[in-house]
T-cell receptor
Framework: DGGITQSPKYLFRKEGQNVTLSCEQN?????MYWYRQDPGQGLRLIYY???????QKGDIAEGYSVSREKKESFPLTVTSAQKNPTAFYLC??????????????FGDGTRLSIL | QKEVEQNSGPLSVPEGAIASLNCTYS??????FFWYRQYSGKSPELIMS????GDKEDGRFTAQLNKASQYVSLLIRDSQPSDSATYLC???????????FGSGTKLNVKP
C-alpha cells in the first residue's frame, strides 16, 4: 500500500539532546513537508522540500533541521536549541509542486515529549 | 490577517442534524480547496476537495465554494457521533506553490 510512514510514534527527549524523526513515503511525491501541532492548535509549517537536495524554511524553522538526500525520505532533527519541543509532529507529501488541485497527504505523526 | 480563517468552535449539533462548517480565505488567486478531518490524537485525513464554484457532493458530505466571496463550506448531513472531530480547511495557491491550513473547527455531534 502506498503511504507515508512516520517513526517512531512516540519519542522522548532528554535535556540537551538532539532527536531525529523519520518520514518515508512511497507515493512518488516530489514535495514533502513537516508540521508542528500543539494541543488545540492548528498546523505550523517547519520545513518543506520540493525536490531532492533542496529545502526551505517554513514559519517556525528555528531549532529544527532537515535533509532531503532521497526522494522518499525527509527526516527532521529537533535540536537542543528548540527549547519547547513537546508537540505532535506531522509529515506530509504532495505531488509535483505547482500542480493544480493536488492535496497534501499525511503520515500518522510522531508525538514528542521532554523527559 | 490569516490566509485561512475558521471559527474554532466547538460547534455542537444533535445526531441526525446538518452540521455546517465555514472557512474564509484572503488570497484571491487561491485555486484549490480541501477539507480534512482530524480525530483527537490522530493525523488529518482528506475528506473533500473542490476546485470550481458551486457544490460538490460525496455521500453525506457537500463542499460549497464561492470564489467571489472567498468562502468555502462543508455540510455534513445526518450527522453521526463518529463525525465528532476537528475539521481543517486548506487552500492551495499553486502559482506561488503555497498551501495554507486554517486552525480548524471542532465539531461535537451529540447522541
Amino acid at each position: 500500500d502506498g503511504g507515508i510512514t512516520q517513526s517512531p510514534k512516540y519519542l522522548f527527549r532528554k535535556e540537551g539532546q538532539n532527536v531525529t524523526l523519520s518520514c518515508e513515503q512511497n507515493l512518488n511525491h516530489d514535495a514533502m513537508y513537516w508540521y508542528r501541532q500543539d494541543p488545540g492548535q492548528g498546523l505550523r509549517l517547519i520545513y518543506y522540500s520540493q525536490i531532492v537536495n533542496d529545502f526551505q524554511k517554513g514559519d517556525i524553522a528555528e531549532g529544527y533541521s532537515v535533509s532531503r538526500e532521497k526522494k522518499e525520505s525527509f527526516p527532521l532533527t529537533v535540536t537542543s536549541a528548540q527549547k519547547n519541543p513537546t508537540a505532535f509532529y506531522l509529515c506530509a507529501s504532495s505531488l509535483t509542486p505547482g500542480t493544480r488541485n493536488q492535496p497534501q497527504h499525511f503520515g500518522d505523526g510522531t508525538r514528542l515529549s521532554i523527559l | 490577517q490569516k490566509e485561512v480563517e475558521q471559527n474554532s468552535g466547538p460547534l455542537s449539533v444533535p445526531e441526525g442534524a446538518i452540521a455546517s462548517l465555514n472557512c474564509t480565505y484572503s488570497d484571491r488567486v487561491s485555486q484549490s480547496f480541501f477539507w480534512y478531518r482530524q480525530y483527537s490524537g490522530k493525523s488529518p485525513e482528506l475528506i473533500m476537495s473542490i476546485y470550481s464554484n458551486g457544490d460538490k457532493e460525496d455521500g453525506r458530505f457537500t463542499a460549497q465554494l464561492n470564489k467571489a466571496s472567498q468562502y468555502v463550506s462543508l455540510l455534513i448531513r445526518d450527522s453521526q457521533p463518529s463525525d465528532s472531530a476537528t475539521y481543517l480547511c486548506a487552500v492551495g495557491v499553486y502559482n506561488f506553490n503555497k498551501f495554507y491550513f486554517g486552525s480548524g473547527t471542532k465539531l461535537n455531534v451529540k447522541p
